[in-house]
């Protein structure tokens, strides 16, 4: 909310997870976190909200939705997009900053105002970001676009892929490219005391792509 404030100078209006209906509007961001506590699946029953219903509807309609690390999982759980996470590769909570190389995919409001193997540095926080999906299904997200963010090398200690995430995959779109997950948090790199301002660079890009 701060960092989407920040950026536009407007305060978006938050929903809260009861609610039934949401009035229409650009963009659905779900929000990092922990939500019910990651009991059972990360984002299992959070997925099962009321709000949920609404969000589905949005999405349906051709409507943008972005869901940000307990968001991805969120929107695996709903179906809105496929494949899962899981637990990190190496067993173990990982904090710090990760280099994203920027995707060629299918058009896109995420990814058209970026260049095509853009670095971006965006940290990420999380104990299930492995993203895991059948063969096939990875096979289909390769030959449809699918696929907008990948970790690499970049200038930062430690592994290219911090969690074993298949195929580097850091956040995928969804077919019709209105949809997007992701776990690295770009709210926590725009600058202004951040290390980062990357994440300033594509939040910019994903509203001037949700308001053309």
């Given amino acids: 909310m701060v960092a989407l404030e920040r950026i536009t100078g407007r305060r978006p209006a938050l929903i809260w997870h009861k609610e039934t209906s949401i009035d229409p509007i650009d963009m659905i961001i779900l929000p990092g976190g922990f939500s019910f506590g990651d009991y059972l699946r990360c984002g299992a029953l959070a997925a099962r909200s009321p709000a949920i219903e609404a969000v589905i509807d949005h999405a349906s309609r051709g409507g943008a939705v972005l869901g940000v690390c307990n968001g991805f999982q969120i929107l695996l759980e709903t179906g809105l997009l496929p494949g899962t ?17 920027v995707q060629k995919t299918t058009a896109s409001l995420f990814t058209d105002g970026l260049q095509d193997g853009q670095e971006l540095t965006i940290p990420i926080a999380h104990n299930e970001g492995n993203y895991f999906a059948p063969e096939d299904q990875l096979a289909m997200l390769e030959d449809n676009g699918q696929i907008a963010l990948r970790y690499t090398k970049g200038r930062h200690p430690g592994p290219a892929n911090p969690n074993g995430a298949a195929h580097d995959i850091a956040g995928i779109i969804s077919e019709n490219g209105r949809v997007m997950g992701m776990m690295p948090h770009p709210e926590r790199a725009i600058g202004d005391g951040h290390h980062s ?14 308001a053309k």
């Fill in 197 to 210: 301002a990357d994440g300033r660079i594509f939040l910019q890009a994903a509203l001037e792509g949700v």
């Fill in 85 to 101: 996470l899981v637990r990190n590769a190496g067993l173990k909570f990982v904090c710090r900053e990760t280099s994203l190389a």
